[in-house]
Nanobody, 114 residues
Framework: QVQLVESGGGLVQTGGSLRLACAASESIADRNTMGWYRQAPGKLREWVALISGSNPDYRDSVKGRFTFSSDNAKDTVYLQMNILRPEDKATYYC?????????WGQGTQVTVSS
């Protein structure tokens, strides 16, 4: 059972930045896919940034503003979020597919004030 723990959420003004982190309880170097998702109140969960090979993909609304990175030595992935907008407000989750099983973290709340 892989445990994922997100951190770094908080309250930020429009145009501000946050860096989310997701620490895994074991090595994720052999992961199939890994990504960040978000869910706003009353909306479905949506993907934000996904990586299955070496290069991440981003949903259109965050391209140029968000950056996915990883530190395999720390079994941690990050989501750098810049130029935040009110519509980015959501609970952000990281997820990994490892050995055919998908795992989710508990989420971290991001609030963007206008």
């Amino acid at each position: 059972q892989v445990q994922l723990v997100e951190s770094g959420g908080g309250l930020v003004q429009t145009g501000g930045s946050l860096r989310l982190a997701c620490a895994a309880s074991e090595s994720i170097a052999d992961r199939n896919t890994m990504g960040w998702y978000r869910q706003a109140p009353g909306k479905l969960r949506e993907w934000v940034a996904l990586i299955s090979g070496s290069n991440p993909d981003y949903r259109d609304s965050v391209k140029g503003r968000f950056t996915f990175s990883s530190d395999n030595a720390k079994d941690t992935v990050y989501l750098q979020m810049n130029i935040l907008r009110p519509e980015d407000k959501a609970t952000y989750y990281c997820s990994v597919v490892l050995r055919g099983i998908r795992y989710w973290g508990q989420g971290t709340q991001v609030t963007v004030s206008s």
